[in-house]
């Protein structure tokens, strides 16, 4: 058996690991990746990435399919699902590629296999040449999330997981979506704008339940207004004898027919099957607890991503990556952000960064409908609001729904992080026409300063 020796070793190249991968490398470490599959990890092959094609392709077919008030005309359009695909996996296959190129370019090394760890400083791992026993100094444990199965609806014949419904070679006449969070609802409202008729469970009264209804409301009329059947405090028990979800609504039981039914209520930490259970790791539930440097109870053996607990982002994955790749460097990094920016790339879409209102802060909300730009996009549903401490002025949350809206998740982490009070955005020039200036307007709105509402 072939032994590889190293500073750093790192169980997955999801964007935690390959970012604390190409980090390491930079700063001299040396680092070995290994990953089972393609590096990227789910959101990079079966997750955020061919998601947000499959839904700029669904915005498109459905923008040529239906009739507007701006003068162009629209027909009979046509979806070719199997160039679609095509068209999705070559990017990913270029981003993968990417990924591959920028680990060799930090000269770390990128091992194929399945990772099994024998103990914290070393795992083997099986390769299509072989086994290869690695020894290391550090481990980190960056092995990511799986989506979650539910019992009565375990996975396999028309139900599905999300990544299976990325990747169906045709589009399904009839869907049926198992939960009202973002995979859900970005996954049924492209296929609703595709042409299946779509159907969404949720057990909450209301979708995306871990944000405030206002938030929410534009997006449910939205749903609504694609054809989507909307089914709020709704429990799905199983199939019948026939294969249709059987549904708990209310006080009644319905029957759902779909030629897919999708679950998506959620994702769990994949920490079997690999070892970690013998490293008897200190656990917060079902994740790995850190601390402050996404350090384990074990000296030595790191954990990041999905597996040290919520809110399990890909963009927070980066940024301990980057924590640990520096703290084995001997530099004085810890984690202390601040602010931790989510999209949910719904229709329109929705951004959550920081505190949401409650009755210990004040707000101010600047509606969509009074946005020059949203107006010229033809699309002014939604509004931005911001959150603050009315003694200070400092700047506590900032929350937006709208078409284009992802967009400004940038803005108000920096924002956040910088420590911003209302008179800095305020007096911060935004440029004119833009979805950009609806911070700045509600920031004036909060000194009660407002000029265009």
């Known amino acids: 058996m072939r032994t590889e020796r190293c500073q750093v070793l790192i169980i997955g190249a999801g964007p935690g690991g390959y970012v604390c991968g190409i980090r390491a490398g930079q700063l001299g470490l040396d680092t070995i990746v290994v990953e ?261 109870s074990m000296r030595q053996v790191f954990a990041i991503g999905d597996v040290t607990g919520d809110p399990t982002l890909a963009h927070r994955a980066m940024a301990q990556g980057t924590v640990v790749a520096e703290h084995i460097a001997g530099q004085p990094t810890v984690w202390d952000k601040r602010a931790m920016p989510a999209v949910c790339f719904t229709d329109p879409e929705v951004v959550v960064v920081g505190k949401l209102p409650s009755d210990d802060v004040a707000s101010a909300v600047f509606p969509l409908s009074a946005s020059g730009r949203a107006m010229t996009m033809d699309r002014t549903d939604g509004f931005v609001r911001v959150v603050y401490d009315e003694s200070s002025e400092l700047v506590l949350g900032l929350q937006a729904v709208g078409a284009g809206a992802s967009e400004l998740a940038g803005e108000f982490s920096l924002a956040i992080e910088m420590c911003a009070t209302l008179t800095d955005i305020a007096q911060t020039i935004h440029a004119h026409p833009t979805l950009g200036e609806s911070v700045q307007e509600v920031s004036l709105m909060g000194l009660g300063q407002a000029l265009h509402l």
């Open 36 to 296: 089972g599959k393609a590096p990227g990890g789910t959101c990079l092959n079966v997750g955020c990435i061919p998601s947000k094609a499959l839904i700029h392709a669904a915005d498109e077919f459905h923008r040529l399919a239906t009739p507007n008030k701006i003068g162009i005309a629209t027909g009979a359009a046509t979806l070719d699902m199997a160039q679609t695909q095509a068209w999705k996996d070559g990017i990913v296959a270029r981003l993968t590629h990417g990924v591959s190129g920028l680990l060799k370019k930090a000269k770390s090394r990128l091992i194929v296999g399945r990772a099994q760890i024998l103990d914290g400083k070393s795992a083997q791992v099986e390769t299509p040449e072989g086994p290869v026993r690695i020894e290391c100094e550090n481990m980190v444990i960056a092995s990511g999330s799986h989506p979650t199965q539910l019992s009565a609806l375990p996975f396999g014949g028309k139900v599905i997981s999300s990544t299976q419904a990325l990747a169906l070679s045709d589009v399904p006449k009839t869907l049926a979506v198992v939960g009202g969070g973002y995979i859900g609802l970005e996954i049924g409202t492209a296929m609703a704008k595709l042409g299946a008729q779509v159907t969404i469970l949720e057990a909450a009264d209301h979708i995306l339940p871990q944000y405030d209804a206002a938030l929410t409301k534009p997006v449910e009329a939205r749903l609504r207004e694609l054809g989507i059947d909307l089914h709020l405090n709704s429990m799905a028990k199983g199939l019948s004898a026939k294969g249709d979800l059987q549904v708990a609504a209310s006080e009644e039981q319905i029957d759902i027919p779909a030629d897919h039914i999708l679950v998506a209520v959620g994702r769990v930490p994949t920490t079997q099957g690999f070892g970690l259970e013998g490293l008897a790791l200190k656990m917060a539930g079902n994740y790995i607890a850190v601390d402050e440097k996404c350090q384990t």
